[in-house]
Antibody
Framework: QVQLQESGPGLVKPADTLSLTCVVS??????????WSWVRQPPGKGLEWIGE???????TYNPSLRSQVTFSLDKSKNQFSLKLNSVTAADTAVYYC??????????WGQGTLVTVSS | ETVLTQSPGTLSLSPGERATLSCRAS???????LAWYQQKPGQAPRLLIY???SRATGIPDRFSGSGSGTDFTLTISRLEPEDFAVYYC??????????FGQGTKVEIK
């Protein structure tokens, strides 16, 4: 059973960089489709896909966030990471890491709330 | 971008009743690329249906998905107390690669 766990600061100042890491357990990063996503959800709102990273390092970003976001991975640690720069209050959300399955997202982390505030 | 519009916004039903949730796409979506999720308060979404009609692992058979083209439906045949939640449809393909509907809340009447 694949499990994912997000970690990172819960509070980030405006204009700073938000950094999160997702550790994958119970399977390798080549499992499923081999693609791993970040999805966010502002409080009380719907889901927004941020982008995905393949276990070979290829990335696909949501065009609306492409200028702000960078993904990376460390296969030796079975983890992948998100950096979102120049954050504003609009980036306050629960951030989920997840595994992509068959054209859907089949395993999700529990999510971590990141608040952007001074 | 393919926009997914879910209706109704809120569905008020009693346990044991049938729930029918709609997801309409702004352009045709392959059945392969349509999924449904359930989300309970404070929890991550859970994959229910992929490929428009295939149940994910461990999903009870009271959940079923159907549809094609621009109109898709999630049906819960008999609502159990644990089914009251928010449901999202999702499509794959295009730009951005994944988009979600705005959600339908199924609440206890």
């Amino acid at each position: 059973q694949v499990q994912l766990q997000e970690s990172g600061p819960g509070l980030v100042k405006p204009a700073d960089t938000l950094s999160l890491t997702c550790v994958v357990s119970g399977g390798s990063m080549s499992s499923g489709s081999g693609w791993w996503s970040w999805v966010r959800q502002p409080p009380g709102k719907g889901l927004e896909w941020i982008g995905e990273i393949h276990h070979d390092g290829r990335t696909t970003y949501n065009p609306s966030l492409r200028s702000q976001v960078t993904f990376s991975l460390d296969k030796s640690k079975n983890q992948f990471s998100l950096k979102l720069n120049s954050v504003t209050a609009a980036d306050t959300a629960v951030y989920y890491c997840a595994r992509n399955g068959a054209f859907s997202v089949d395993y999700w982390g529990q999510g971590t709330l990141v608040t952007v505030s001074s | 971008e393919t926009v997914l519009t879910q209706s109704p916004g809120t569905l008020s039903l009693s346990p044991g009743e049938r729930a029918t949730l709609s997801c309409r796409a702004s352009q045709s979506v392959s059945t392969r690329d349509l999924a449904w999720y359930q989300q309970k308060p404070g929890q991550a979404p859970r994959l229910l249906i992929y490929g428009a009609s295939s149940r994910a692992t461990g999903i009870p058979d009271r959940f079923s998905g159907s549809g094609s083209g621009t109109d898709f439906t999630l049906t819960i045949s008999r609502l159990e107390p644990e089914d009251f939640a928010v449901y999202y449809c999702q499509q794959y393909g295009g730009s951005p690669l994944y988009t979600f509907g705005q959600g339908t809340k199924v609440e206890i009447k």
